[in-house]
């Protein structure tokens, strides 16, 4: 058997030599301050900056911005869209998991390079790939609107091009953490008699919940957030099919910049509230989360 190096280190009387959880605390603290500085100057700093502008002229001016109807509109629609393709990429994420990491089938591979498509391309592209799919001069496009049925420039195009960039992440998070869990504990259920919706339901899903929770709330981040893919679609229509970042971008170009920020504003504050909401989940099931 070969000698351990440390040891033999030690026995000439050489200093062991330092790995990542023995550095000096010099050498800490310049690591801790790099990391805060960078999160000062590209985190900190631009969120301060948007609220800061949003209240340039006072409270007043800012809710009025917030109440004004396109705003109300825009709001309305990027909730409506993030509340209809979140639960979705949420079946269909833990579905694709539960397939992929606890089943052997012909196609598996391809199945998870499907997964990632839309982290692969830009969200650009996947929205004219729906405008190809579903525009006036597609044989599919014009069928559906010989039978009443709006796909672009209407609410079902923006829901269909926001699933598309954000049905990866639930998925991409369960996946290997299913896979490092294994099958024991479903073979074990299973051989007690449990049935499948059983299985997956006191066994499956309470060793998932934090991964799930997570990707959740990543999907949700990004649906409200989610610019390309429904710019090509949305047409920009004020009032209909404007979303908050569509709405933020208008209202800037036309210089109105104190409502601009207002939106945005809100935006960020929405993404506040997922994060405060995560992370006193994660202080009341603190115990729990370590020991998983």
Not at 2 to 29: D, F, M, Y
């Amino acid at each position: 058997m070969a000698p351990n190096p440390v040891k033999v280190r030690r026995r000439a009387g050489q200093p062991p030599r330092h790995s990542a959880v023995t550095e000096s605390p010099g050498a800490r603290l310049g690591l801790m301050a790099i990391a805060f500085a960078f999160l000062a100057l590209f985190l900190l700093l631009p969120l301060v900056s948007v609220f800061v502008e949003a209240f340039r002229k006072g409270a007043g001016e800012y809710i009025a911005s917030l109440v004004e109807p396109d705003a109300l509109a825009a709001i309305r629609l990027t909730l409506t869209v993030a509340a209809i393709a979140v639960p979705l990429n949420l079946v269909f994420g833990v579905a694709a998991a539960w397939a992929i990491a606890k089943f052997e089938f012909k196609g598996k591979a391809f199945l998870t390079t499907l997964i990632d498509l839309p982290f692969s391309i830009s969200p650009v592209i996947s929205g004219l790939v729906f405008v190809l799919l579903f525009g006036a001069q597609s044989v599919l496009g014009s069928w559906l609107r010989s039978h009443g049925v709006e796909i672009l420039f209407a609410v079902p195009g923006i829901v269909l091009a926001t699933i598309f960039v954000t049905f990866p992440f639930v998925a991409r998070e369960l996946i290997p953490l299913m896979q490092e869990q294994g099958t024991g504990d479903e073979e074990a259920a299973l051989s007690l008699g449990a049935n499948g919706w059983q299985t997956f339901w006191y066994v499956t899903l309470p060793n998932i919940k934090w991964g799930l929770l997570y990707g959740t709330l990543l999907c949700n981040a990004r649906a409200m957030g989610e610019f390309g893919a429904v710019s090509v679609v949305s047409g920009h229509i004020r009032g209909l099919t404007n979303t908050m970042p569509l709405h933020v971008e208008i209202l800037y170009n036309e210089y109105n910049f104190v409502a601009a920020f207002a939106v945005a504003s809100l935006l960020a504050l929405l993404a506040l509230v997922t994060l405060v909401l995560k992370s006193l989940l994660e202080m009341r099931y603190s115990a729990e989360l370590a020991a998983s």
